[in-house]
């Protein structure tokens, strides 16, 4: 019997290894541990669960795609609707119709207007664009001989500089939960100066940066960093110029877009999924991740999770102030963020054909 264990152990040893070898070999990503900034916050106070997006009206049901992002048009008539189809649509806030406005092929995801009221949008596969009723243009596709492969977020500043992030440098967008599971700091923020067509790297190294956002007096951005699970300022002025400071890191989930009220001084911030103790078990885990990643029905399953949607109101300063939920998914699910126009919240994400409204 002891020669029989043996052989036993000596097999499953050999399968172990071989194994091992194998998920390292073939695995589509290096991974590395990771932990999280902070824990993540108690389903209590601000965070206690609610049911307040389940009271969305449906703006334009059917005819708007994964509505990723939005930004209303300075008259205040219609939002801008970036949708999974390529296009950009016109939402008007009167009567919900919907208008296919410009097709900008590849996928559209942040926009933003800058001072003249022109669009700029972030597409993940054809660069920075401008978008005006003359056509589409492309503003940029690299920075330093690096080709952008997952524009994200964008905000412009008053001098009409284009902040945006870029999720991942190594993984495109059909691919990016690898870049998430890897865990290594491959996005990046950059910045563009219509003034002399130039774009430069603000920031490297970061965990899949996604919304940004700035601030009145442009002194600073506020940005996500999906992976990690938190928001952090960087510093375009002032004694803390070009440094980074993390503003919240207890996240209950993973922030996607962020926007600003500037009236109020608040941000809305998309919460996406759920960061529960096996999530951040898994982040813990490099090999683990490297199995997950070379199993794509893992990685459909979590694209094909049950509903689950949040909104996160903060202050300038990272502190949760107000949430809105459907927990449950019975109306909205996968928000990715939201803006306020005349008191009113409009929300879209990445599992729903329709922007949400919702008295603020």
Same mark, same amino acid.
């Given at each position: ?8 152990? =000596? ?21 590395? /541990? ?19 997006l389940?009271?969305?009206?449906k703006?334009g ?8 992002d939005m ?6 008539q219609?939002?801008?609707?970036? &949708? ?12 919900g ?7 900008v092929?590849? +996928?559209?995801?942040?926009?933003? =207007? ?7 949008? /972030?597409n ?6 401008k ?10 596709t ?22 945006f ?6 993984f ?12 290594r700091?491959?996005? +990046? ?7 002399d067509?130039?774009t ?15 601030s ?10 999906t &992976?990690?699970? +938190? ?11 070009? &440094?980074?400071?993390?503003?919240n ?15 109020k ?15 951040t078990l898994l ?11 070379m199993?794509p ?12 949607? +949040? ?24 928000? &990715? ?8 919240l409009?929300?879209?994400?990445l599992r ?9």
């Amino acid at each position: 019997m002891a020669v029989l264990g043996g052989v036993v152990l =000596l097999v499953l040893a050999l399968i172990s290894g071989a194994l091992y070898s194998k998920v390292n070999n073939e695995s589509p990503i290096d991974a590395v /541990a990771l932990e999280f900034s902070a824990p993540a916050a108690k389903q209590e106070g601000v965070y206690a669960p609610n049911s307040l997006l389940q009271g969305v009206v449906k703006l334009g049901e059917g005819k708007l795609s994964k509505p990723e992002d939005m930004v209303a048009h300075p008259s205040g008539q219609f939002l801008y609707v970036a &949708t999974a189809d390529g296009w950009v649509k016109k939402l008007y806030l009167k009567d919900g119709a919907v208008e296919d406005w410009k097709f900008v092929g590849g +996928r559209p995801l942040g926009l933003a =207007l800058n001072p003249d009221g022109e669009l700029i949008v /972030a597409n993940t596969h054809n660069g920075l664009l401008k978008v005006t009723d003359a056509g589409v243009e492309v503003l940029t596709t690299e920075v330093d001989g690096s080709k952008f492969l997952l524009l994200d977020g964008v905000v412009v500043a008053k001098d009409g500089r284009i902040f945006f992030t870029d999720a991942s440098s190594k993984f495109k967008l059909d691919v990016h939960m690898n870049d998430i599971l890897q865990g290594r700091p491959t996005g +990046r923020i950059a910045v563009y100066n219509p003034a002399d067509k130039s774009t430069k790297l603000l920031v490297k190294d970061l965990y899949f940066p996604n919304g940004i956002a700035i601030s009145k007096d442009d002194e600073f951005l506020i940005f996500a960093e999906t &992976t990690l699970c +938190r928001l952090s300022k960087y510093y375009l002025m002032g004694e803390k110029k070009g &440094t980074v400071e993390i503003i919240n890191g207890a996240l209950p989930a993973f922030p996607d877009n962020v926007h600003y009220n500037y009236e109020k001084g608040i941000l809305y911030v998309g919460i996406v999924g759920e960061r529960d103790p096996v999530t951040t078990l898994l982040w813990k885990l490099p090999f683990l991740k490297k199995v997950v990643a070379m199993l794509p029905w893992i990685t459909a399953a979590v694209d094909n999770a049950p509903k689950f949607a +949040r909104i996160l109101v903060i202050d300038e300063n990272g502190k949760p102030l107000k949430l809105y939920e459907d927990l449950k998914g019975k109306v909205m699910g996968f928000v &990715t963020g939201a803006i306020e126009v005349d008191g009113y919240l409009y929300v879209g994400g990445l599992r729903d054909d329709f922007i949400g409204r919702i008295p603020v």
